[in-house]
């Protein structure tokens, strides 16, 4: 599988760096308050990450105010699995490098079917402040190099990924909730259709081991 940098030209459909904040503590503190274990966590929010007086600068900055928590996704991982969606963009930056496998909402059809051949794999060098758009589908972050883990930092609006509201269903995107402000398409392959997920991939489950450094 190809595998393009961020700063390729294909990035710009899908999200774009950010410049202009000193993230140097932030990646102090990520490291040092999170671990990397075996399997992929995630934590929406990070009291010390929460604490650091970036936070304000990306909820004024980049989120034009709204209200933000500071998270994070760790772990060791090569395959697609799901592609998730917001209403709003998500913030990422790794201490180590890592790669995003990333699709976009247009390219779900008529029938809420996402072909994992349309997916594409992005680097993104550890350090580098990037937005993905609202509009990319997106997952658990993967290794860039065999063997090496992760930890990326994840930024979202207040209440993301929480529990799932009571909600009444009036279409079929209301049946890929699966948290707050968390829409869900699982390939079958998946832990999380195995767990009730809605099938919402076809084709292969990416799996990047074979293309990795």
């Not at 993905?132 to 207040?158: E, I, N, W």
Request: proline share 4%; aromatic share 8%; hydrophobic share 35%.
């Amino acid at each position: 599988m190809k595998i393009y940098s961020v700063t390729d030209s294909e990035f710009k459909e899908y999200g774009k760096i950010i410049e202009g904040y000193d993230v140097a503590k932030l990646l102090e503190t990520l490291e040092k308050c999170t671990p990397i274990p075996d399997a992929v966590t995630y934590v929406a929010q990070q009291e010390e990450l929460q604490n650091l007086s970036i936070t304000n600068d990306f909820s004024t900055g980049i989120y034009g105010g709204m209200p933000i928590q500071m998270g994070w996704c760790n772990g060791h991982n090569t395959k697609l699995n799901c592609l998730e969606y917001h209403r709003d963009s998500e913030i990422n930056l790794g201490t180590e490098d890592f790669i995003l496998l990333l699709g976009k909402q247009t390219q779900i059809n008529a029938d809420w079917k996402f072909d994992t051949k349309d997916v594409k794999a992005f680097y993104i060098p550890k350090g580098v402040l990037v937005e993905v758009y609202a509009t990319t589908l997106h997952y658990a972050p993967c290794s860039a190099k065999k063997g090496q883990g992760f930890r990326v930092l994840v930024v979202l609006p207040k209440g993301t990924n929480e529990k799932k509201p009571d909600i009444v269903v009036r279409n079929h995107e209301d049946t890929l909730m699966t948290a707050r402000n968390k829409w869900l398409l699982a390939h079958p392959e998946s832990d999380e259709a195995k767990g009730g997920a809605v099938i919402g991939l076809e084709g292969e489950n990416t799996d990047i081991a074979d293309s990795m450094a």
